[in-house]
């Protein structure tokens, strides 16, 4: 769990940044893959991880600016982009100027649970990076290239001179 702001400021700046990567590498026709039929498109997992999470920093109290949870998606990958850029920011400035590390350790509840607001940002964290690994799955499906979050991709074993694993 986060005992200080700048803990979680770090850890969220370097997580939020391999999310922004992927989202900058959507295409609008890539926001229709599916993986199978009946389950969620591309599109909706990426506006998720631009709205969704934020409801779990909402009920902390924090103030920011968001997308509205039940908004539709955009159609424009771009746009998707841009507003998890703009989101990211938002919580970045609310926490800098809204919490002391002290306010961590105050409890909340979620999901009728009582947690600290440093587990509720564990949780966030953990919550995106799981939406993350949809969206990758998803972009491949769609023929878009993808990085690796915590080691190389496929298509990056070239580029630092290794061998491309095989089964």
Known sequence: MF???????????????????????????????????GYRPLGYIAWH???????????????FESPAAVS???????V?????????QNILGAIRTQWTDEKLQDVVTMFGMPWTISTTLYSF???EIHHRGQLTILMRQAGLPVIGAYGPAR??????????PTL
């Open 3 to 37: 005992t200080t702001i700048e803990s979680f400021i770090q850890e969220y700046q370097m997580e939020s940044a391999t999310t922004q990567q992927l989202l900058d590498t959507l295409t609008d026709a890539s926001l229709n893959q599916v993986q199978a039929e």
């Open 49 to 63: 991880l631009v709205h969704a999470e934020r409801g779990m920093l909402y009920g902390t109290g924090l103030e």
């Open 72 to 78: 539709v998606p955009p159609a424009e990958a771009a």
């Open 80 to 88: 998707i982009a841009e507003a998890y850029r703009t989101t990211t």
């Open 125 to 127: 964290l953990k919550h």
């Open 155 to 164: 298509e990056q074993w070239a580029a630092i001179g290794r061998p491309v």
